[in-house]
């Protein structure tokens, strides 16, 4: 029933930057709290980033200073601002509302040279 489709993966070189999107539909996403999460081959899926519907934030100190969770509750969209990038960063990332089993189907975020 609910939906959650994201976008804006890809390749970048260590240091760059890039926004992935996340858009909730089939739910009242004003009223969720949302987290991504990211997972490397061969490791457990980790936690990265939380914002509740109140818009407090959370991050694992593996990306503090250099992600951004947000959200904007006009388009059912949550973000992940992700800067100076490294190359453990690299993984596939997947949106999440919290308390649910309601997943995005996983973008693949690439940091190489």
């Known amino acids: 029933q609910v939906q959650l489709v994201e976008s804006g993966g890809g390749l970048v070189q260590p240091g760059g930057s890039l926004r992935l999107s996340c858009i909730a539909s089939r739910t009242f996403f004003q009223f969720a709290d949302m987290a991504w999460y990211r997972q490397a081959p061969g490791k457990q899926r980790e936690l990265v980033a939380e914002?509740?519907?109140?818009?407090?934030?959370n991050y694992a100190d593996s990306v503090k200073g250099r992600f951004t969770i947000s959200r904007e509750n006009a388009k059912d969209t949550v973000y992940l601002q992700m800067n100076t990038l490294k190359a453990e960063d690299t993984a596939v990332y997947y949106c999440?509302?919290?308390?649910?089993?309601?997943w995005g189907q996983g973008i693949q975020v690439t940091v190489s040279s």
């Open positions: 999440n509302m919290r308390g649910t089993m309601y």
């Open positions: 914002i509740t519907s109140g818009g407090s934030t």
